[in-house]
């Protein structure tokens, strides 16, 4: 990290098998809702876990962390988000820590999400 990037660390499972993780769609609604989509390996098994970083106007950075789990190899989240989110955005970070019994990998993704106009 430095002053101009946040700085981040994530652990991963090492394994032959893709999760394949992939976001669909991202987008902070008119009503403040976080709604995020996407797909996996029908293999994998678990949660995705779901991170917003975001600036308040206060200043600093704050984040929220959600859980979606993972069913038939999709997985989706409608969280209402405290007010300042919903009118600031952030960045989303999606991560899937990998599946053990199926030797799947972990992997991870990020997006910038904007507050609704």
């Known amino acids: 990290g430095s002053a101009a990037v946040q ?8 394994a032959s098998g893709k999760a394949r993780l992939a976001l669909g769609t991202a987008r902070i609604d008119a009503a403040g809702r976080l709604l995020a989509t996407g797909t996996i390996s029908r293999r994998a ?9 975001y600036t308040p106007a ?18 989706s989240i409608r969280q209402q988000l ?11 970070s999606i991560q899937f820590t990998g599946y053990e019994p199926r030797r799947i990998r972990g992997e991870q993704r990020s997006k910038a999400v904007r507050p609704a106009r």
């Open 7 to 14: 700085p981040d660390s994530v652990t991963l499972r090492a």
């Open 45 to 53: 098994r678990g949660v995705v876990r779901v991170r917003l970083a």
């Open 82 to 92: 405290p007010p300042a989110a919903a009118r600031a955005g952030g960045q989303l």
């Open 58 to 75: 206060s200043g600093g950075v704050e984040l929220l962390r959600f859980g979606a789990k993972i069913k038939r190899g999709a997985w």
